[in-house]
């Protein structure tokens, strides 16, 4: 069965410093890739998508990610942490075809210290 | 541009009880989804439906309904709650099958 799988569930940081989230996913297809942040109380919001072209993708607040196909991985990014990206982060994966299956690993909780 | 909006925002219920959960998109988008979060799970696929007036099964769609009653509107049923679907539940849209996912802001969904 397909899945997707991040390594780490619980992370702590102190601000400005570095950040990369793993992702890896089951799936030997083509793929659109994912990542999610949910704020704390609020709803997902998407971060950045790869869909195809330059396997480095940059998303909103300062955040980006690398598809290497070859790992089947897609780990998140981000060179200095903020108190503020404190949040849980999803990485998905929606495997390509008429699927609008779109498979979610468990989420990543990051809390930065100030 | 309201996006994805759900109601209720939260809602208790005892076991054996039935409730609606109403999601609503403006965005002319062709597909709707409905997902429950958990802790340590991640978020998982009930029902989805990928154009109006078809809707599929998920990953998990034991206890559950739904109805895709226009373009616009994707409703979530469930006809006798138990305990087990305490949950967080997401409402989604997308344009197409392959496109990005938007999410409502959730309803949360508590079974005693």
């Known amino acids: 069965a397909q899945s997707v799988s991040q390594h780490n569930h619980h992370v702590i940081l102190s601000e400005a410093a570095s950040l990369e989230l793993g992702c890896n996913y089951s799936?030997?297809?083509?793929?659109?890739l994912f990542w999610y942040v949910q704020y704390p109380g609020q709803h997902l919001q998407l971060l950045l998508k790869y869909f195809s072209g330059d396997p480095l993708v940059k998303g909103i607040k300062g955040f980006e990610a690398e598809f290497i196909k070859s790992k089947f991985s897609f780990n998140l990014r981000k060179p200095s942490v903020q108190w503020s990206d404190t949040a849980e982060y999803f990485c998905?994966?929606?495997?390509?075809?008429?699927?609008?299956?779109?498979?979610f690993g468990t989420g990543t909780l990051l809390a930065v210290q100030p | 541009n309201a996006g994805v909006t759900q109601t209720p925002k939260f809602q208790v219920l005892k076991t054996g009880q039935s409730m609606t959960l109403q999601c609503a998109q403006d965005m002319n988008h062709n597909s709707m989804y409905w997902y429950r979060q958990d802790p340590g799970m991640g978020l998982r696929l009930i029902y989805y439906s990928a154009s109006e007036g078809t809707t599929d099964k998920g990953e998990v769609p034991n206890g559950y309904n739904v109805s895709r009653l226009n373009k616009r509107e994707f409703s979530l049923r469930l006809e006798s709650a138990a305990p087990s679907q305490t949950s967080v539940y997401f409402c989604?849209?997308?344009?197409?099958?392959?496109?990005?996912?938007?999410f409502g802001p959730g309803t949360r969904l508590l079974v005693l």
């Open positions: 998905a994966v929606l495997p390509g075809g008429a699927t609008n299956k779109l498979i």
């Open positions: 799936y030997g297809g083509t793929v659109n």
């Open positions: 989604a849209s997308s344009f197409g099958s392959q496109e990005t996912q938007y």
